[in-house]
């Protein structure tokens, strides 16, 4: 089955860490802008970070940077996402989602949108943080 599959999400107390896992089946994920997304209870979907299949270029949304990491490997199929001193505001559904470079840059890749119109998207690992 042709998927992404996220998982790594947990309960953390302020100031924790996490490692969250966007991991590709039945395709290659070396070929595609990976991007992760956030929606916290109540708010729209928010794109978080994004890296290109090419260069590794990178981006972050103001809030995280400093605190989390993309990062890829493509000999496990998957995207990393490091999220360290995670705060209470940090609390949401982190999803990945999947575009050919044809379709996104790896700034436009973030852009909050339906999830149809992402190539791939996952399913969601939850995360929360609270003391």
């Known amino acids: 089955q042709v998927r992404l599959v996220e998982s790594g999400g947990g309960l953390v107390q302020p100031g924790g860490s996490l490692r969250l896992s966007c991991t590709a089946s039945q395709f290659n994920l070396s070929y595609y802008n990976i991007g992760w997304f956030r929606r916290a209870p109540g708010k729209g979907l928010e794109g978080v970070s994004c890296?290109?299949?090419?260069?590794?270029?990178?981006y972050y949304e103001d809030s995280v940077k400093g605190r989390f990491t993309i990062s890829r490997d493509n000999a496990k199929n998957t995207v990393f996402l490091q999220v360290n001193a995670l705060k209470p505001e940090d609390t949401a559904i982190y999803y990945c989602?999947?575009?050919?470079?044809?379709?996104?840059?790896?700034?436009?890749?973030?852009?909050?949108?339906?999830?149809?119109?992402?190539?791939?998207w996952g399913q969601g690992t939850q995360v929360t943080v609270s003391s």
């Open positions: 890296i290109s299949n090419s260069d590794d270029s990178t």
């Open positions: 989602g999947a575009d050919p470079p044809s379709l996104t840059t790896v700034q436009t890749m973030c852009r909050p949108r339906p999830r149809y119109e992402f190539t791939y």
